[in-house]
């Protein structure tokens, strides 16, 4: 089973350049989950399942009160938290810088692991 918390907007100190360091900026977030444990299938309880929220929540919190000189290590900031969870067999981060790049959408990088 997979879990996907997607396109989450958040806002923190990102980047090298001084002006970047002087206000938070947007970053972008997608976070997949996978598990294999499908007991919340068959007992429809939050206590059998990964707690999506609470996940979305704590990633919250934690990036918009951070500081990061590069997406790398916001990547990995992340995704240790996502692996905290035994629940969690393998995980995938991808965080998006918008407008990183003159005529680019954005810049992105993304980060996995296993147990």
């Not at 977030?29 to 399942?49: G, R, W, Y």
């Not at 995980?91 to 954005?106: C, G, I, M, Q, Y």
């Amino acid at each position: 089973m997979i879990i996907r918390i997607k396109r989450l907007r958040l806002r923190t100190i990102i980047g090298c350049n001084d002006w970047e360091r002087e206000k938070k900026q947007d970053v972008v977030i997608n976070v997949s989950m996978e598990t294999d444990d499908e007991s919340a299938v068959k007992s429809d309880d939050l206590k059998d399942s990964i707690d999506y929220r609470e996940t979305a929540k704590r990633i919250i919190t934690e990036v918009e009160k951070s500081e990061f000189f590069l997406l790398e290590k916001l990547a990995g900031f992340i995704l240790d938290m996502v692996m905290e969870n035994p629940r969690v067999r393998s995980a995938t981060v991808e965080v998006d810088k918008p407008h990183a790049l003159r005529f680019s959408e954005s810049v992105s990088l993304e980060l996995s692991a296993k147990r």
